[in-house]
């Protein structure tokens, strides 16, 4: 459970001068072995906040995820995980309505260093619901992690997505994290 003070995000700074109802958030999950190699967790989150100077609550987030992990041996496992959202947003000059996204994404670790994965995303733009509701970004991401020692890993990603103005997009990153 948390609280965010309300009026963050304006101009980019953390805590905006409009002071409102804060927001507040809540996350539940829960973690059950299936078998001596194989675990699923599944969770929960709400989160409520106002997008204007009045003090209603008419920003609403719901989610639910889940991931599932098969291990094959020490030092090789198969991870599937998703989650799926949906924006409730009303009383608002830009959108009234609903809008939802999703990912999904599948890792296999091959060896104690190396793991390669395909994630798929799709989400409804804000900017795009009221001219074409049906219409949707989708994003589709092969990657390939260099797992350096627990605190450092490299990853190749490429990734294409489908907008939904009709235009392509094309990348390809290197991450490092430390």
């Keep these: 459970l948390g609280v965010l003070e309300g009026g963050n995000g304006e101009e980019g700074t ?3 001068e409009t002071r409102r109802r ?13 078998g001596e190699a194989t675990g699923v967790e599944v969770g929960f989150s709400h989160m409520a906040g106002s997008r204007d100077e009045d003090s209603s609550f008419e920003v609403q987030v719901i989610g639910a ?21 949906n ?19 599948a890792d296999l670790r091959l060896h104690p260093q190396w793991s390669t994965g395909f994630r798929y995303d799709y989400v409804q733009p804000v900017d795009n619901s009221l001219e074409n509701p049906e219409q949707s970004d989708k994003g589709y991401t092969g990657y390939l992690t260099f797992h350096q020692s627990e605190f450092a890993r490299w990853r190749l990603q490429v990734t294409h997505t489908d907008m939904a103005t009709g235009a392509e997009d094309n990348q390809v ?5 430390f």
């Design 22 to 34: 804060p927001t507040v958030y809540s996350h539940l999950k829960n973690y059950v072995d299936l």
């Design 65 to 85: 995820d889940a991931t599932l992990t098969q291990h094959f041996h020490a030092n090789q496992s198969l991870k599937l995980q998703s989650e799926v959202f």
């Design 173 to 177: 990153m290197l991450q490092g994290t």
């Design 14 to 16: 953390a805590f905006g």
């Design 87 to 105: 924006l409730s947003r009303q009383e608002t000059e830009e959108f009234d309505g609903n809008i939802g996204g999703l990912y999904t994404l």
